[in-house]
Each structure stands twice: as structure tokens, then as C-alpha cells.
């Protein structure tokens, strides 16, 4: 996964929908659509909850 102004990490699965990331304290949860795609994720640091959703 990239973000913009990041360098890129690998996300390794806890689940089939939930993932973490080795070298940093985060887990990244994608949400389906009823089309069964992800629609948004919840990104988990730190305590906090932030939501991205899909722009295309």
C-alpha cells in the first residue's frame, strides 16, 4: 500500500478482510459493497479509527 508523501509498506492478512502492517502499529480493515467491492477501509493507529472511501 502507498500514500502519498509515505514511502510504500506491505499489508500482511490477520483476516480475509483485516490486514497489519510489520513494521508499524496499524491495521487496515477494507469493507465490501454488496457488489462485494471494497468500498472503503478503516485504518486502526494509535487508537484511532479513520475511514477512507473510494473515489473511483
Do not use: C, S, W
Not at 496499524?26 to 454488496?34: C, G, M, P, Q
Amino acid at each position: 500500500m502507498k500514500i502519498d508523501g509515505q514511502t510504500p509498506f506491505e499489508l500482511f492478512p490477520l483476516t480475509e478482510t483485516r490486514y497489519f502492517v510489520r513494521a508499524l502499529p496499524v491495521e487496515i480493515e477494507f469493507a465490501a459493497d454488496k457488489e462485494q467491492t471494497a468500498a472503503h477501509f478503516v485504518l486502526f493507529q494509535d487508537g484511532r479509527e479513520e475511514t477512507a472511501v473510494r473515489l473511483n
